[in-house]
Nanobody, 122 residues
């Protein structure tokens, strides 16, 4: 059974850092495009960062220069390093996997974790 489990969320003051982790089971992440998404209360879900099956990356303009996504195929894990956090980064963060080689839209993702909450206070 395919499963994604996120961890690492929490509460932090503005300017702080967090590192999110996502462990996959039931499949091999190197064969999927992996993504981080977030959803703030009252807002739609948005893509934050992706790593495609070739290792190519993309991050949202709103987090460029602050967030970095990486993965460890040996550990079947995905990470999101978040620095210089801002209150507007407050959201539930989700890890997801797409069977497409590269995907940005959440409509193109097939497997989702349960999410981990990130709260940034000013």
């Amino acid at each position: 059974q395919e499963q994604l489990v996120e961890s690492g969320g929490g509460s932090v003051q503005a300017g702080g850092s967090l590192r999110l982790s996502c462990v996959a089971s039931g499949y091999t992440i190197s064969r999927y495009c992996m993504g981080w998404f977030r959803q703030a209360p009252g807002k739609g879900r948005e893509a934050v960062a992706i790593i495609d099956i070739s290792g190519g990356t993309r991050v949202a303009d709103s987090v460029k220069g602050r967030f970095t996504s990486s993965k460890d195929n040996g550990k079947n894990s995905l990470y999101l390093q978040m620095n210089s956090l801002k209150p507007e980064d407050t959201a539930m963060y989700y890890c997801a996997a797409s069977r497409f080689a590269r995907a940005w839209s959440d409509d193109d993702y097939h497997y989702w974790g349960q999410g981990t909450q990130v709260t940034v206070s000013s």
